[in-house]
């Protein structure tokens, strides 16, 4: 059984300071509303509903901690982009994401997800600016390649593929799709990488103060 079956609901939070202190180890979910960001956390775990899928984007506002084992967890990032959200919910968003991303010292990479026929959005764009100085690897899954021809979506793989490699050799891409269950067992291999427990989140660290 592979390390994301074994995920189980651990906390929600809404503020940084009630980040779990005993974590370990991190990888983060993060991605435009409607993206198939829940989608694709519950198919590379086999379940239907440890993610919410809603129909309305928008609907996690918070972050989703899913214990791992072993001081290790899935985090559930609240989507972005969504025009109908408050403005003082987009503002309050922002900071959890940004100050997350770029402080959290456990967190060991993020997997960032993107609808493959609207990937690298100014919003998508930002995620990575904001990620980058932590050194830390970023790997994108292209949901929904089912919905484009074969020829398509890798061409539209390279070309992403292309302008991640500009930015960081850490950034990576694949194609993947929750409903033909394809793109699974290469995603597996990145996030048993990442969750190794030879490596330590030390050689991350940034310099800036732990949360």
Not at 116 to 137: A, H, N, Y
Request: proline fraction near 5%; include cysteine.
């Amino acid at each position: 059984m592979n390390l994301m079956q074994a995920a189980e609901f651990y906390i929600t939070v809404n503020h940084l300071r009630d980040l779990p202190k005993e974590s370990q180890i991190e990888i983060a979910f993060a991605g435009r509303s409607n993206a198939g960001k829940s989608s694709a956390i519950n198919t590379m775990a086999n379940r239907t509903r440890l993610a919410f899928v809603s129909k309305t984007p928008g609907r996690t506002q918070h972050i989703n901690y899913f214990a791992l084992g072993n001081e290790r967890f899935l985090v559930d990032l609240p989507g972005y982009g969504y025009a109908r959200v408050p403005g003082v919910v987009k503002d309050h968003w922002r900071g959890l994401l940004s100050d997350y991303l770029q402080h959290r010292i456990p967190l060991r990479g993020l997997v960032l997800i993107m609808d493959i026929r609207r990937p690298l959005t100014e919003l998508d764009r930002v995620m990575l600016e904001w990620f980058l100085p932590t050194g830390k690897p970023v790997h994108c899954l292209l949901t929904k390649s089912d919905k484009l021809s074969n020829g398509v979506a890798q061409s539209t793989l390279r070309a992403v593929r292309a302008e991640l490699l500009e930015l960081s050799p850490h950034f990576s891409v694949q194609l993947f799709s929750s409903s033909k269950k394809t793109g699974v067992e290469e995603a597996e291999a990145v996030l048993a990488r990442w969750l190794a427990p030879t490596e330590t989140a030390e050689i991350f660290a940034t310099g800036n103060d732990p949360i």
